[in-house]
């Protein structure tokens, strides 16, 4: 188990906070966490505010590939895959790769990439449709923070089950009381955060032994 960047090569975000702050409110919130329409390309305040293929991934992708040394005919598994950006940049970049994603957005899948048709599945994090040990490396991005404490454990032994340990994970974190401050003004979906060392003892009930890293809003 590593404290790992990849995704360093991400551009940084603008982000208003004060204004999603203002606009901020529980029927918002709630519309966020259907994960529908509204928070894929709908206005900012419900998410996203329009998530739309870039190619942003593919560097991100490189270094996944690199970190993992996977080859073609390997096994990838994208936990939170939302409309598979991250699976069809892993097959570019390392073609015959066998890249495959799971999400619980109906609406991502539905708008998916060409590219990945037929590689999503509709589900849960929390029961992972695959046998033990059946991909070579299990990614998820920005999820597991989406569950309440008790329920994330059990999404990351999900994880540790079907990778071996072979995974990472990013997470919602802060290194300060002011970096925590600024998340709590702008999350929608989170229902649990916590500082590093949280996280690390989540990890450690959870017998989770793969790669990490945090994602900080600043």
Known sequence: MAEVDLLRALP???????????????????TAREYGEKYFDGPREYGYG?????????????DIVAH???????RVLDVGCAKGFLVKDLMKVCP????????ISYYALMHCEPEVIGRLHLGTAE???????????????????????????????????????????????????QQKEIFESWVLCAQYYDFPNGWKELFQEAGYSGDYYWTIIE
């Open 127 to 177: 029961r992972l449709p695959f046998p033990d040990r059946g991909f070579d490396c299990a990614l998820s991005i920005n999820t597991v923070h989406d569950f309440p404490r008790s329920r994330a454990v059990g999404v990351l032994r999900e994880i540790e089950r079907v990778s071996g340990g072979h995974a990472f994970i990013q997470v919602d974190s802060f290194y300060t009381s």
């Open 50 to 62: 329009g998530y739309r293929y870039d190619g942003r991934w593919i560097p991100v992708a490189r």
């Open 12 to 30: 940084k975000v603008k982000r208003n906070i004060q204004k999603r702050s203002d606009a901020k409110d529980p029927a918002i919130i709630a």
């Open 96 to 103: 015959g790769l066998e890249v495959f994603g799971l999400d």
């Open 68 to 74: 993992f040394n996977l080859k073609p005919g390997m």
